[in-house]
Structures are given as C-alpha cells and as structure tokens.
C-alpha cells in the first residue's frame, strides 16, 4: 500500500491541479463572481482533500481485505471515482447553498457540474499518478 507521504502528494497534487482549472472555469460557466468561486473551490478543496486521505486508506483496506490487493481494474476505477464524489456531494452540498445564498436546488445543479468535473478529474489524475508513482509490490 502507499506510505502517508505518497497520500499527501497525492492529496495535495490533487486538489491543487484541480483549483487552478476549476475556480475561472465555474466563474465563467456559472456566471459567479471569481471570488465566491474561489471561497467555495478552496473550502471544497480543503474538505475534498481531507476526504480523499480518508476515503483512499479506506477504499485501499477494502481491497485487501477482499482482493488481496490494491491493483485496480478499469471497473474498479469508475467505482472509485463514483463513491468518492457522492460521499463528497453530500458533505458539500449544505455549504454551498449557504455560502452562495442559493436554494438548495441551484447548489445542487451547482455541485453535481463540479461533481462531473471532478468525475472525469479524479478517474484521469488518479490513473496518471499511479503510473508515474506506482504502488510498492507487496510481500506476502
């Protein structure tokens, strides 16, 4: 499995990619203000980056403990990526709304746009990472 330093570079690299597409591309598709934009990416991202520390250790002891390991298949990936972001659409929904002063309706449409983003993100970068930092060989 990844050492806690790996999953930080990870995390991290992650988030800070993301942000730098994210925040003037929702600005423009959504018509909102850069700032507010970049409230919401930065406290998302920060909530996203502790879920992905979390939720990665998770999904990795779930392997193992039903696969014996932590290689993913291209299935397993769409899985990944699907349960990481409807974990986090819940966590970020209620925030948006409120910070935004939206109906919750609108940061619903407002979160799953992210969600896709970050869908399509996540399967991508996690794939890359893992072929420019493979995971060490387990010894049994």
């Known amino acids: 499995m990844r050492s806690t330093a790996d999953r930080i570079r990870h995390a991290l690299s992650f988030e800070i990619i993301a942000l730098m597409m994210a925040i003037p591309g929702a600005s423009l598709l959504f018509g909102l203000p850069m700032d507010d934009v970049?409230?919401?990416?930065?406290?998302?991202?920060?909530?996203?980056?502790?879920?992905?520390?979390?939720?990665?250790?998770l999904f990795d002891h779930t392997m193992m403990r039903f696969r014996?390991?932590?290689?993913?298949?291209?299935a397993i990936r769409i899985l990944h990526a699907v349960l990481f972001e409807v974990g986090l659409l819940i966590v970020l929904l209620p925030f948006i709304a409120w910070y935004l002063g939206i109906s919750v309706w609108?940061?619903?449409v407002l979160d799953i746009s992210f969600a896709?983003?970050?869908l399509v993100y996540a399967f991508v970068f996690n794939w890359v990472y893992d072929l420019l930092f493979p995971v060490p060989r387990q010894v049994a």
């Open 68 to 74: 014996g390991q932590v290689a993913k298949t291209f």
């Open 38 to 57: 970049s409230v919401v990416s930065v406290v998302s991202a920060t909530l996203a980056t502790l879920w992905n520390y979390l939720y990665n250790i």
């Open 106 to 108: 609108d940061a619903f």
């Open 116 to 118: 896709v983003f970050y």
